[in-house]
């Protein structure tokens, strides 16, 4: 009996200890394209630099982006992790809910070549960064 209460302890115990993962990326540029009045997807604009803190915090399923204006999402759907494009890439997308209650996408894609970028989708606005790991 003191063995199975000493076991419950210690997996209660590891449980407590294990902690969320949190992932840091720095942006370097951003592009963004629109919809017109009829919905229709405009190009892609021109890259501009850009120095922007991003954090994932996979516990409480929230990612920050910290542009001038901070934006926040709460995730509540995480689809399968990454799954193969037509361009040779890997995407991963998260159904999320920004801070005003509006509903986006935001998908983490690797190219082929190990670039990778971070995508904001919303129904008539899209924007995208160029990201890497933060040390």
Known sequence: MKKIIFVLL????????????????????????????????????????????????????????????????????????FKSDASGGKTWSLKCVDADGVRCTIRLRVQSDGQSQLYVDYSNISYVYTIEPRN
């Not at 997996?11 to 990326?25: D, G, I, R, T």
């Not at 516990?59 to 995480?78: C, G, H, L, M, R």
Request: hydrophobic share 35%.
């Open 10 to 81: 210690l997996l209660v115990c590891s449980v407590m200890v294990s902690h969320a993962e949190v992932y840091k990326y720095k942006t370097s540029s951003i592009a963004l394209r629109t919809t017109d009045n009829y919905g229709n997807w405009g190009e892609w604009s021109d890259w501009e630099d850009c120095n922007v803190l991003v954090v994932w915090n996979t516990e409480k399923s929230v990612i920050n982006i910290y542009s001038a204006t901070p934006q926040e999402f709460d995730v509540y759907e995480a689809g399968d992790k």
